[in-house]
């Protein structure tokens, strides 16, 4: 009998293997793999829109391999890896620094999911959503597949060095391992479900003790600076898109000549569009630099404000361009821009303002329902200093956009091209401290506010509700009574005006003293004279002088005898 058990159990020992294996958890091999599908799906997208430009070119000045190679450099550009171009007319080298922003979302999109799903290890249920504890751990998932996307993309770079336009090493260096870093690791901590915890502890390390106390609340502050902060960024960018599309609308025909003059054919067409939309986040965020003030660099010396813009170099027909405002001295259609960073300075001072009113208390959103003790509404010091910190992140965020947005075009005046990061960093800093702070503390005391219904009916503690029922009648009558005051106040107010305008006219109806009788004036020597200004020439004159008098009110002089005829 022993044996048979035996037996069974050895027999039963192949099939708990494979279910161990089976159901094991994967660990840093389908890391690596996640991360070499994600960046070889990135150059196949970018090959594939190389090549079908190539075919449909009517200049195809090189071959496939030609194409294959741009489009190696497309992608490390896309990560905002620096570019040189070889084929100048001068045979100097140019280098290429501003990089499509749209072209980001796509590596960025595919580390993220590559990475969320090596930390979720197959543990989605069937609607996709992943569970709530991981299978693989985060640090294996994320440096799995940062690895294995690096071994993809080091070739690529290598490949892409023997073309027209190859990558500048230091940048690519450090540009392509910096997306692929944290890229990845928001994948894998959203694939966790966002914990806290490892971005207290980074800023724990990171900040002094005093500071990370000021930030690491019990309140929540960081994640409410964290939420302003983004709204104000989102309105920003906003609102420089909008500016972006207002001024391409008000110089369209110059959009659409420049448009039809860069190029011939329909393919030429196309990567031009394609090109436009793909820059359409740099102009936005140029746009919002220029709301902010300190603007953008067209070249070398050449700054484009809204106090001035100075004339740029000359530059291709391109039609983005067109949307630059004129050279010359700002007006004030450029001053409105200003309107933007009001706005997105308010925004952020609205969500602090929220989170100073937590939900748990009654001028909180559902304040009141949940059965618990309300949350302590935060002082104002904490709100202004909420604020601050809310617009030190966007500020951050920012200066991250305009360093991103920019770069060289070429040497001498190319060399400088989009908003400066310190200086868009600092004037966000400025106009956000400033507009969510003066936002923040009075949408704070507002949101605080007892409603004039509930202080009417709610009555103190201890008091007999006749005897309140009664003070509150008496609120009434003497509020009442204080609008028949006023009432009378105001209409004596309006008999003395209207006595008063009675009086000034009577006044001027009537002679003044040394004024001669009859309306006459008195000329610079001291005669009367009745074609001198005297005091009733406004009065309408009458042909017949007895009658003006009398109608005028005024004495009339006594009439002259006639003489005796002459016998």
Not at 86 to 112: C, E, F, Y
Not at 220 to 230: D, F, K
Not at 444 to 454: D, G, I, K, L
Request: hydrophobic share 50%; glycine share 14%; net charge positive.
């Amino acid at each position: 009998m022993a044996d048979v058990i035996q037996t069974t159990a050895r027999r039963t020992r192949p099939a708990l293997l494979l279910t161990r294996m089976r159901d094991r958890s994967p660990g840093l091999d389908s890391a690596l793999l996640g991360g070499a599908l994600a960046a070889g799906l990135g150059l196949a997208a970018f090959a594939m829109l190389a090549t079908l430009l190539w075919i449909s070119s009517p200049y195809p000045d090189s071959g496939p391999d030609g194409a294959l190679s741009v489009a190696a450099a497309l992608w490390l550009l896309a990560h905002g890896a620096e570019l040189v171009r070889t084929d100048t007319l001068s045979g100097a080298p140019a280098p290429l620094g501003v990089p499509p922003l749209l072209l980001l979302a796509l590596p960025v999109w595919l580390l993220h999911r590559a990475a969320r799903d090596a930390a979720d290890g197959g543990a989605s249920d069937a609607s996709g959503a992943s569970g709530d504890a991981p299978l693989v751990h985060g640090p294996t998932a994320w440096a799995g597949v940062v690895l294995g996307y690096l071994a993809v993309g080091t070739p690529a770079a290598l490949y892409a060095a023997g073309g027209a336009l190859r990558p500048a090493w230091a940048s690519a260096g450090v540009c392509v391992p910096l997306v692929a870093v944290v890229a990845a690791g928001v994948g894998v901590w959203r694939a966790y479900g966002c914990p806290r915890g490892p971005l207290e502890r980074a800023v724990g390390v990171l900040l002094p003790r005093d500071v990370r106390h000021l930030l690491l609340g019990p309140d929540g502050r960081l994640g409410v600076a964290a939420r302003a902060a983004a709204a104000g960024a989102a309105v920003l960018v906003g609102g420089g898109a909008l500016l972006l599309t207002v001024s391409l609308l008000w110089h369209g025909g110059e959009t659409q000549d420049a448009f039809l003059r860069l190029t011939q054919g329909w393919s030429g067409w196309v990567a031009v569009l394609l090109l436009g939309v793909a820059l359409l986040p740099n102009a936005a965020v140029w746009a919002t630099a220029y709301a902010l003030g300190p603007g953008f660099f067209l070249g070398a010396g050449h700054a484009v404000t809204p106090l001035s813009a100075t004339p740029a170099p000359l530059l291709p027909a391109f039609p983005l361009l067109a949307a630059v405002p004129d050279a010359g001295a700002g007006t004030p259609v450029n001053w409105a821009a200003g309107v933007v960073p009001l706005a997105a300075g308010a925004a952020a001072g609205w969500y602090v303002a929220q989170g100073a009113t937590p939900a748990g208390h009654p001028a909180g959103p559902g304040g009141g329902r949940s059965g618990r003790e309300p949350d302590a509404v935060w002082s104002q010091g904490r709100t202004a200093g909420v604020a601050g910190v809310a617009a030190v992140l966007c500020a951050a965020l920012l200066a991250l956009f305009a360093a991103s947005a920019g770069g060289p075009m070429g040497v001498a005046a190319l060399s400088r091209f989009g908003p400066v990061w310190w200086q868009t960093g600092g004037a966000t800093l400025v106009w956000i401290g400033l507009v969510a702070t003066a936002t923040a503390l009075p949408a704070r005391a507002w949101r605080c506010r007892t409603p004039r219904s509930e202080r009417a009916e709610r009555a103190p503690a201890g008091t007999d509700e006749k005897a309140w029922a009664g003070v509150r009648a008496t609120a009434r009558a003497w509020r009442a009574w204080a609008g028949v005051r006023a009432t009378a106040r105001a209409w004596r107010v309006w008999a003395g005006v209207r006595a008063t305008a009675r009086a000034w006219m009577a006044w001027i109806g009537s002679p003044r003293r040394g004024a001669p009788e009859g309306g006459t004036g008195t000329t610079a020597d001291g005669r009367r004279c009745r074609d001198a200004a005297g005091p009733y020439d406004f009065l309408p004159a009458d042909p017949a002088p007895g009658r003006d008098a009398l109608s005028r009110g005024l004495p009339t002089a006594p009439e002259t005898p006639k003489p005796p005829p002459a016998r």
